[in-house]
């Protein structure tokens, strides 16, 4: 019962590098997510995405871009990489017609740029 | 726009001792579920317990329980007998549905520490 898989779990990135971080999941749900989260703070929303070629901007957009071709999968991509983008990065999903039901969350990927 | 408040940092409590934890929040809806997560020292995001605001009953979930008071608009947990490996980062969370979307708008967390 894998869940929400994040890859990399780390990775150390030159100023001006790009990648892409990987988000999968296998429970079908149709919202995605992506936070990033700062040290001493809680989760801000980056991206997120209500299905399948659907995504729309959360609070701190800058510097990123995502793409949503399929249900399972949700690419985070920074595009060229500056120091204020350290920070962990979280990716969640969640199946919004129970609204008792939590969004499920990765692992996280703990990305710094030096 | 939603916002969550959690006012304690830090937070320390002797092992078998209760301890609760203050989240307060702002939204103009009359519908709304909060959530508490855990997040431990390795770092992922553990789910722990969610009251709706429609939700007659405080939530309670093993020795986590929620202290609702809707109309002071704080969401509470509250620890019982709490364990070593209770000492983590807790995090308050609201779901915002503005827009026709759904997110989580998180508070900045609170540091619990529990002693031996």
């Known amino acids: 019962n894998a869940g929400v898989t994040q890859t990399p779990k780390f990775r150390i990135l030159k100023i001006g590098q790009s990648m892409t971080l990987q988000c999968t999941q296998d429970?079908?749900?149709?919202?995605m997510y992506w936070y990033r989260q700062d040290p001493g703070m809680g989760l801000k929303l980056i991206y997120y995405?209500?299905?399948?070629?659907?995504?729309d901007k959360g609070e701190v957009p800058n510097g990123y871009n995502v793409s949503r071709s399929t249900t399972e999968d949700f690419p985070l991509r920074l595009e060229l990489a500056a120091p204020s983008q350290t920070s962990v990065y979280f990716c969640?999903?969640?199946?919004?017609?129970?609204?008792?039901?939590?969004?499920?969350f990765g692992d996280g990927t703990r990305l710094s740029i030096l | 726009a939603q916002k969550i408040t959690q006012t304690q940092p830090g937070m320390f409590v002797q092992e078998k001792e209760a301890v609760t934890l203050d989240c307060t929040y702002d939204?103009?809806?009359?519908?709304?579920?909060l959530f508490w997560y855990k997040q431990p020292s390795s770092g992922e995001m553990i789910f722990l317990i969610y009251q709706g605001s429609y939700d007659q009953q405080n939530a309670t979930e093993g020795r986590y329980s929620l202290n609702f008071q809707k109309a002071r608009k704080s969401a509470n947990l509250v620890i019982s007998a709490s364990q070593l490996g209770d000492s983590a980062m807790y995090f308050c969370?609201?779901?915002?549905?503005?827009?026709?979307?759904?997110?989580?708008?998180f508070g900045k967390g609170t540091k619990l520490t529990v002693n031996p």
């Open positions: 429970m079908n749900h149709n919202y």
């Open positions: 995405s209500v299905g399948a070629g659907i995504t």
């Open positions: 939204t103009s809806d009359p519908s709304y579920g």
């Open positions: 969640a999903s969640s199946y919004p017609e129970a609204q008792d039901q939590p969004q499920h």
């Open positions: 969370a609201m779901r915002d549905l503005q827009g026709g979307s759904e997110k989580l708008v």
